[in-house]
């Protein structure tokens, strides 16, 4: 993939986490392989100003090789694409059910089945650290350990997948699952799935995968 076309891609998935309530005004970033760079979206300026010469060409150690002030969450970004090279894009969001179940400081716990899609038994809620600094980074990578998407506490949510389509799938199942989860909570205690349905579920899924 050229370097021009994983622009265009980075503004499209971000106007559509915008587009789909994921984000808003300038909050959340995202970013993508490119070659052995990362291309991630800029700071402070909203989606809807974005062109595809504003998203910011890194190296792997994260140093401005083109373009302006690259998203202040860049740490986390180039951590995670460093620690797992079966990741391609990250995608950052302080969407609505997410966000308020980080702001309770809990981890989703199996209370669908769609957990699975994420990667284990559980959506892991970091401990809250300030944005845009490197111990933020040291905790979501703990977090991610074999997952695809985790909460940070009083912040919001990270999610991550081979390309920036597979990421955002994964983003909108975690803020549903997020919704149910609080859903259920309004409405009393939640029947949770145990470890050996959850394996089961992951099971099947694997399976799926093998023969998709």
């Known amino acids: 993939m050229t370097e021009q076309l994983s622009r265009k891609q980075l503004l499209d998935a971000s106007r559509r986490m915008v587009e789909l309530g994921l984000n808003r005004g300038t909050a959340g ?31 792997a150690e994260g140093k401005v090789l083109q373009g302006g002030k690259p998203s202040s969450e ?22 609505t059910f997410a966000t308020t179940i980080a702001c309770l400081g809990r981890d989703v716990p199996a209370v669908h089945y769609h957990i699975a899609i994420a990667g284990g038994d559980t959506i892991r809620c970091t401990p809250y650290s300030v944005f845009g600094e490197q111990n933020l980074s040291d905790l979501a990578l ?20 081979k390309d920036l389509a597979d990421a955002l799938s994964v ?7 997020c919704e149910i989860y609080w859903r259920t909570l309004q409405a009393g205690e939640p029947h949770i799935l145990t470890q050996q349905q959850m394996h089961e579920v992951q099971e099947k899924f694997v399976g799926y995968k093998k023969r998709s």
Not at 31 to 50: N, Y
Not at 145 to 155: E, P, Q, S, V
Not at 171 to 177: G, R, S, W
Request: a negative charge; proline letters at 4%.
């Open 142 to 161: 703990e977090a991610l350990h074999g997952r695809k998407a985790c909460l940070l506490g009083n912040h919001g949510m990270i999610a991550l997948g």
């Open 171 to 177: 983003a909108l199942e975690v803020e549903y699952l």
């Open 29 to 59: 970033n995202a970013s993508v392989r490119c070659g052995g760079d990362i291309l991630i979206t800029p700071s402070a300026l909203p989606v809807a100003e974005m062109t595809e010469q504003d998203m910011v060409l890194l190296d």
């Open 74 to 95: 860049w740490r986390f970004h180039r951590d995670i694409l460093k620690a797992r090279p079966e990741i391609g894009a990250v995608l950052h969001m302080h969407s």
